[in-house]
């Protein structure tokens, strides 16, 4: 199994940075892919950004050269660096990780999601 942990949100002003750390624990074999999503009230969850085991990189078109998703393999972390933040980039963000994991049946790939962490823009 694979626990997620989150860390970093907080209440920034509009202009303003954060930065959201992902750790991941448990029993497993390893983890793929990771990436970070967000819910604002009212709204779906949606992605933010994605990152491989080989450092590939994947972003939504409004957060293109704002944010910046990284990981560090070592420490099965990723990380996200938001800047330039907007009221709009208010909500809930999510890790997500796909691990491979040993079970009953074998070895198999699942998704794993964090807590959430809350991120608040002010204007």
């Known amino acids: 199994q694979v626990q997620l942990v989150e860390s970093g949100g907080g209440l920034v002003q509009a202009g303003g940075s954060l930065r959201l750390s992902c750790a991941a624990s448990g029993s497993f074999l390893a983890i793929t892919a990771m990436g970070w999503y967000r819910q604002a009230p009212g709204k779906q969850r949606e992605l933010v950004a994605a990152?491989?085991?080989?450092?590939?990189?994947n972003y939504a078109d409004s957060m293109k050269g704002r944010f910046t998703i990284s990981r560090d393999n070592a420490k099965n972390t990723v990380y996200l660096q938001m800047n330039s933040l907007e009221p709009e980039d208010t909500g809930a963000y999510y890790c997500?990780?796909?691990?491979?994991?040993?079970?009953?049946?074998?070895?198999?790939?699942?998704?794993?999601w964090g807590q959430g962490t809350q991120v608040t823009v002010s204007s």
């Open positions: 997500n990780a796909e691990g491979v994991v040993r079970g009953p049946a074998g070895i198999g790939t699942y998704n794993y």
């Open positions: 990152v491989t085991r080989g450092g590939r990189t």
